[in-house]
Antibody, heavy 118, light 112 residues
């Protein structure tokens, strides 16, 4: 059974940093592209970043480029997202998602909530 | 960025009746490799999104056959043949043809 479990969210002051983690199991992590998608409270879904299975290629939406860094550790079957210079508009549930057929996101974690507030 | 526009934004449906959601993209979703990377997701209240359909019309593993997808180019539709209580939630279309991947605003399916 595929499982994705995020952690690392919490309350952070504006300008602060956080590192989110996603522990994967139930599939060959090292063979799959992975992504982070976020959802602001009461809002829709927003793609944030993707990383190739070997970690060599990384893609970001323009609105976060330079402040967010996606990475992975295939030996630990783990995905990470480092968020710097946090802003109020970064407040959201951050989901870890696995790429499936047809560039779809076929499995999602339960999400971890990041709240940016003073 | 490709804008995905869903209609309606809210869909009150009677149990056992059909429901239909439209998704229109601001440019063609046909990729240069010939595929169309349009998927549909369901998000039940308090839950993460769940994949229903990929590449326009392919049902994901375990998805009931009352869900079907169709369309081409810029116009796509998700249909639920007979709505059940467990289908309540928000439905999103998503395109992964043109980077960055983008989602529709979501359609809230509720029971009348």
């Amino acid at each position: 059974e595929v499982q994705l479990v995020e952690s690392g969210g919490g309350l952070v002051q504006p300008g602060g940093s956080l590192r989110l983690s996603c522990a994967a199991s139930g599939f060959t992590f090292s063979s799959n592209w992975m992504s982070w998608v976020r959802q602001a409270p009461g809002k829709g879904l927003e793609f944030v970043a993707s990383i190739k299975y070997d970690g060599r290629d990384k893609y970001y939406v323009d609105s976060v480029r330079g402040r967010l860094a996606i990475s992975r550790d295939n030996a630990k079957s783990s995905l990470y997202l480092e968020i710097n210079s946090l802003r109020a508009e970064d407040t959201a549930v951050y989901y870890c998602a696995k790429y499936g057929n047809g560039r779809s996101f076929d499995y999602w974690g339960q999400g971890t909530l990041v709240t940016v507030s003073s | 960025d490709v804008v995905m526009t869903q209609t309606p934004l809210s869909s009150p449906v009677t149990l056992g009746q059909p429901a239909s959601i439209s998704c229109r993209s601001s440019q063609s979703l046909v990729h240069s490799d010939g595929s169309t990377y349009l998927s549909w997701l369901q998000q039940r209240p308090g839950q993460p999104p769940r994949l229903l359909i990929y590449e326009i019309s392919n049902r994901f593993s375990g998805v009931p056959d009352r869900f079907s997808g169709s369309g081409a180019g810029t116009d796509f539709t998700l249909k639920i043949s007979r709505v059940e209580a467990e289908d309540v939630g928000v439905y999103y279309c998503m395109q992964a043809t043109h980077f960055p991947w983008t989602f529709g605003q979501g359609t809230d399916v509720e029971i009348k």
